[in-house]
């Protein structure tokens, strides 16, 4: 009987050597798996394919530690982190509110004409006159300026009570202002 030749023994995994960070394994494992992932990319997101490539050879550069050739191929570990990688990707799109472009906004007052178009917004002006000078002061600071409760108190000195009830006392003022349609306010 003729003996078999052993098999050459296997060799390092590619992705074992980016682990070990030869930088030559890491050009070889972009050159080896860029058209795997690419074709992902563009499955998943067409308009952002470029950028999920970046991200997902970056996450298997820093995952290339956690392969293990015994648990499944090098091309199978690739795609998998490939998949998870623009999973992510798609969920955190999902969550996130497209924002709306200015020319799409309707126009509610012609800023042109200023507040005496909107009747409301004159009411509420009127209404906000009528209000005892530090509590016209606060709410102007709350709504206007955005400014928290608590940075009212440090800059006018006033409790930060007596801020929170002013704020809820104007807006209540106002509120009834215009639910009775006239600008007279009893504070």
Known sequence: MVAQPKPPPPAV??????????????????????????????????????????????????????????????????????RRRLIDRRRLRSRRPEAASVDRLPVIVDPATGPDVNLDAARAARALDHLRPEQRQVLVMATCQGLSHGEIATQTGIPLGTVKTHVRRGLLAIRASLSRGRAEVVP
């Open 13 to 82: 995994a590619l992705l074992t050597r980016v682990a070990d960070g030869d930088p030559a394994a890491t050009r070889a494992a972009i050159a080896q798996y860029g058209n795997l992932v690419w074709a992902l990319a563009r499955r998943f997101d067409v308009d952002n394919a470029e950028d999920a490539v970046q991200e997902i050879f970056l996450d298997l550069w820093k995952s290339s530690g956690r392969f293990d050739p015994t648990v499944a191929a090098e091309v199978t570990f690739v795609a998998m982190i490939a």
